[in-house]
Every structure is written in structure tokens, then in C-alpha cells.
């Protein structure tokens, strides 16, 4: 893949932080990913992008394990987080979910106040040895989602009674709080109108300086606009991997090509 | 978007005109909604006709006649040495009482200057309660510096006084009733008037012991409720941490296959098995086998639990699945454990369905009579209140339903008040029951 033309490729060496193999995954008698190859490199932001149903976001969700909650699901293959296999025997899935976060589809913080949705995560991976410290993680991580100015007077009011985007933004936080070194994210933006939609994206871009981001979008737009790698699957195939001005302007697989300029998905 | 042609509209007609297909609809939407007001109208009229007739029959029992006379506590019979030695005063049964009793009610008769022909102490017996005279020796056994003096004291009075008086006794009724006869219901009204004879609240009703048949007027449902009341302790205590751990470890742990699916099969089925099965699977597992008391609360609660630990479950699963799967993933994705996402966020948020399904379960087996009937915890079970946590879960007992049972059963009209009024009490512990678990369900409920 490194044959390909170079466009506006960031010129500093990046190292791989997920690097995948031969993933598959069945669904029962489901083949819902055929033979995933893809490494994904370090303060980066990637999109998968493909139609409904093409594994995107069960690729994303074997990356930090959600798959496991799922009884029917079966993953192969090799994935390895910094050199390490995360399908390990000896790999707890709770301690790869401290390091690789996740912010899902719907808004979903708990039915608790602002604070406590931020400071649950830090406070059963013990970050926190005092209040103070507490509190300054919460307001790091408030100020990181982008919503501190927004709610730093009135942490005590419940998280779900903020709006849909301040939700979203909450979420990102409450994920940045346990100061994870991954960011995988569920289509964010499907829920959200398009003023918040660009405030997540515009923080999408800012989280991208610590961590490595992963983005599952419907939108081909917003994965032109966020990432600088994308990758597109189709029918539980990698079809094409690579910088995404490269994807969206010069696409070497027809499918997609087609899936770009909207003649399939 | 596609080019095969749109075919002609088929409603033409004006949309002022309706057409007979519209109408038709109409007409059966008018027709359910009929229905539907209807089928509500009954229950209502039902229920009413059910709570009327409780109320209506049931009120007497919470009214009892009383004689108010003074008697002379006579030392020449109840203390023959004079040492008002408290062992020599134990002595003197009721028995002994009964004369002065009824001497005092004679002396009250004739002071009050009503007409009648009874003019013998022995007369005045078939006024009064049996239990007049433990009555009176309770208090003077309690207090024995009372003898020699002349003590106001308010007696039960029998129980077709108390009928007669309630209109539940006619005259007409007592020709061939060996227990009462005209003349004194003549009496009785004299008395009556002459105020020695009084209506008042029967406070017994609520905190007393079962009676004999023979006396109706003396029978309550206070020791049953302290049966009911321990035996919710147990079920209480048993199938809340048994059936909340159980649902948890099904509804969020075990892997889903043949044995888990068999389970939920067997646990749906345990809540439609008639109660009376979990009765003889008590009599045999916890009396016959494991040799627990007999008639106990203890067993009762044991069996109930049984009886209400599927309804309990299938509650709290109900309200661990209605948690939607988000919060289950928000906390996994911070990087809750499994454990940590189920008792930090789901499980409170599950919880008020979690109680009001334990509370109505409560309920069900507050109400429950038919599994007492094969432990033994109905019959003429007349102890006194247990003293203490030990005697009250181990000593033979009644419930509340089971008392209620046993009255109904007896052939004294009487007792058949009594029945109608313990439901009055029952149902008045089951609106409690169901009101708390109203105000819970709004407490805990959570905006989303």
C-alpha cells in the first residue's frame, strides 16, 4: 500500500499502534469479516467507511473486545495493540478497555450527574488518589470533550438533561477521562444535528494530537473532513486502505469508486 | 423515481362524502370503544359491589358490646388467708369469679330499677362473656392490691348480646337458643338505655388472640398478624437475595444454552404451579424431612418463599432486560468489569421494578392461605403473642388469611363477622404493601 501516489501524506514517520491480521469473525454461521488486514497508526485519525452492514463497526468493536459480550461472536486472526496480541489467554478485556476507549452511536451517558459520568471511569481504575485530583481530572477531561465552559456550573445536574450534542461531547469526555491511548468511535456523529456534529468533528481533530482515533462514519463527507486514513470495507472485506485525500480522489478498487460517488451503499 | 405510471386515484368522490368502506371502519371503532367502556364499567361495578359488601359485613367486627359494672372484689373468696400471697390468689380459677361477677351485675340491674323478671345472680350469666371472668382475674392477679375493693371494670359481654344489639340477633331467632333467651333481650335493651350496657371500638379485635367457638366476642387477629408479620420477615429475608442474585447471574452472566434456556423454562413455569403443591413440598421437604416445628412461621415463610421466589425472579429479570443495552456498553467501554457495569448502573437502574415486583410478590404470599393449610398453620391455633424474635418464628402460629380461614369455617354467625372484618384488616396490610411499592417505583425511577 505504500506503492501508492503519495497525496498529502504527513511527511512524520507515524508508528503502528493497532496492527490487524487475518481477522475474521462469524456471527453463529455469519462470516462478518473476511480476512482483515490493516495497521493503524498512532496520533492519527482513521475512518472506516462502507455501506450498512459491510463490518465497519464489528471491526471497530473487536478492537477493544466488545465483541466478547456477544455470545454468538467468534473472532480469529491476529490483532495486536503496541507489538502485544490483545486475544491473548493472559489479556484481561477490562484492562485493554482502559487503553483503548470507546464512544458509541447514541449519547449514552449514565443517569448520574456531570461529574460522576466523568469520574466513574477514574475512579474504579483508581487514576485518583484525592478529591482535588479528581476534580482536575474531571475538568481536564470536560475541557478535552470541549464542554467544560458549558456545564462547569452545574456538575451536579444529570447527564442525560443536557442535549443530544452536549451528550455526545459529555461521552468523548467521560472516554478521555480514563486516559486511554485509543479512541474508537461509533458513528458519533448519526445522532447529532449538524452544528453539533461539527463541534465533535472540530474535537475530533484536537483529540487526534494524543491519541489514536478510530472513526466508524455512514458520511463520506465527515471521513474527508476528520481523518487522514480511511479505510473501506464492503461486504465484510478491506477493499482499499490508504490516505484518505489518495481514497476519495484517486480510489484504485472500482467498488470503491462506486461506493464514493454514490452508486452503491 | 421509477417510470411506471401512478394508476388512476380510486377515491374521486368529494373528501366531504364519506364512503361506505370509511363508515364501516367507523362504526367498529365506535363499536370497541363501546365494548371497552363496557367491560370497565363491570369490574368497576364489581369491584364496588365487593368492597361494599366487605365494608357492610365486615364493620361490626371492629364494634363490640361492653357491660361496665362495678364488682367487689371480695377477699373472702378470692384471698381465703388474707396474706395476699400472689400464690394462694393464682389458686382461685375463674371459677371462683364468676359469682362475684354475676352478683355485681344483678346488684347493677336492680340498682338501675329495669324491669324483668331475672332476679337470681345465676340469670345474669348468659349476658356476659365466658371470658369475663379471666378478665377480671388477669387484672387482679396483675394488680393484687385490688382485692377488697370495688373496681369499675368493662367485661365483654356474650356474644348474642353483642349480635343482638348489632341486629345480626333477632328475637324471633333465640326461641330454640339454648344460649340466650327473650327475657334477656329484653333486658339488654334496658340496659342499654340505663347505659351499663355500651357499644365501644374493639381495639381485641385488631391486637388479640383466636377464641374457642364459644366465644366469638373474645377472638382477634392480633397473634396471626404476628404470624403474617414473621413469616414476611422470612420470605422477606430469603427470596429477595436469593431471587435478585439468581435473575443477575441468568439475565447478565449465564451463557445462553440448552441448560440456561431449561431453567428459564421451569422458573416460568414454578409461578403458574397452583400454591397448594407448594404447600405438600414444604409439609415434606421442611416438616417431614428436616423435622422443622409444625405449624411454625418459620416453615410457613420457608414454604411461602418458595411459592414466591419465581415471581420475584421473573419480575427482576423483566426490569434488568428493560435497561437498555447502552449503559451496559457506556460502562464496559470506560472499562467497567462485567460485574462493576451490572451493580454500578444496572442494577440501580433496574431497581424499582426489582422492588415493586418483590413487594407485589410480598403481597401474593401475605394473601396466600392454601400452602398453610398442609403446614398446619390453620386450625384453632389460640397462643398467646410470641415473646421474643425465637418463639415468634418457631412457636406454632396462624396468618392473617388462615385465621381469616378458620373463622369462616366456624358455625357461630358470629365468627362469620369476625371473618369479613379480618379481611377488612388484610386488605387494608395489601393497599399499604401496594402503595409502598407505588411511591418506591416513583422514587428510584430515573428520567433518561
Sequence with gaps: ?265 | MTDASLPEPRHARSLKEVDARTNQRNRAETRFRAYGIAAVATGLVFLLVLLGAILFNGVGAFQQTFINVPVYLDPAKLDKNGERNIEDIKKVSTFGYNPLIEQALLDAVQESGAKTELDSAADMKKLLSASAAAQIRDTVIANPELIGQTVDFRLLAASRVDGYLKGRVQREDVTRDKNIDVTHLDLTDELHDAGIITKGFNMAFITGADASESRPEQAGLGVSMLGSFFMMLVVLGLSLPIGVAASIYLEEFAPQNRFTDLIEVNISNLAAVPSIVFGILGLAAFIQFAHLPQSAPLVGGLTLTLMTLPTIVISTRASLKSVPPSIRDAALGVGASKMQAVFHHVLPMAMPGILTGTIIGLAQALGETAPLLLIGMVGYIATNPPEGLASGFLDPNSAMPAQIFEWAKRADPAYYERAWGGIIILLVFLMTMNIIAIILRRRFERRW
Design chain 1, 1 to 265: 500500500m505504500y506503492d501508492a501516489p503519495t497525496l498529502e501524506r504527513d511527511v512524520t514517520q507515524a508508528t503502528t499502534k493497532f496492527s490487524a491480521r487475518n481477522v475474521q469473525v462469524w456471527y453463529g454461521d455469519t462470516h462478518a469479516i473476511k480476512d482483515v488486514d490493516v495497521d493503524i497508526e498512532d496520533k492519527t485519525v482513521t475512518a472506516f467507511i462502507g455501506p450498512s452492514g459491510c463490518g465497519k463497526s464489528t471491526f471497530l468493536r473487536c478492537l477493544n473486545r466488545m465483541n466478547d459480550t456477544i455470545d454468538v461472536c467468534r473472532v480469529e486472526g491476529d490483532i495486536r495493540l503496541d507489538g502485544e496480541d490483545i486475544y491473548d489467554k493472559k489479556v484481561d478485556p477490562v484492562q485493554l478497555r482502559a487503553k483503548v476507549g470507546m464512544v458509541f452511536q447514541k449519547p449514552n451517558p449514565f443517569p448520574k450527574s456531570i461529574y460522576d459520568n466523568i469520574a466513574y471511569g477514574p475512579r474504579i481504575h483508581g487514576l485518583a488518589r484525592s478529591k482535588a485530583e479528581l476534580d482536575e481530572i474531571v475538568e481536564n477531561a470536560l475541557r478535552r470533550g470541549a464542554i467544560w465552559d458549558e456545564v462547569k456550573d452545574r456538575l451536579d445536574a444529570p447527564g442525560t438533561g443536557l442535549s443530544g450534542g452536549q451528550q455526545q461531547r459529555l461521552c468523548i469526555a467521560r472516554a478521555v477521562a480514563t486516559q486511554p491511548e485509543v479512541l474508537l468511535m461509533d458513528e458519533p456523529c448519526s445522532a447529532l444535528d449538524p452544528i453539533a456534529t461539527a463541534q465533535v468533528e472540530e474535537l475530533i481533530d484536537e483529540l487526534r494530537a494524543n491519541f489514536s482515533v478510530i472513526i466508524v462514519t455512514h458520511s463520506m463527507q465527515q471521513a474527508a473532513r476528520v481523518s487522514q486514513k480511511t479505510a473501506f470495507f464492503h461486504l465484510g472485506e478491506l477493499v482499499e486502505f490508504g490516505e484518505t485525500g489518495h481514497i476519495f480522489t484517486n480510489p484504485e478498487d472500482e467498488r470503491t469508486e462506486s461506493y464514493i460517488t454514490g452508486r452503491i451503499g
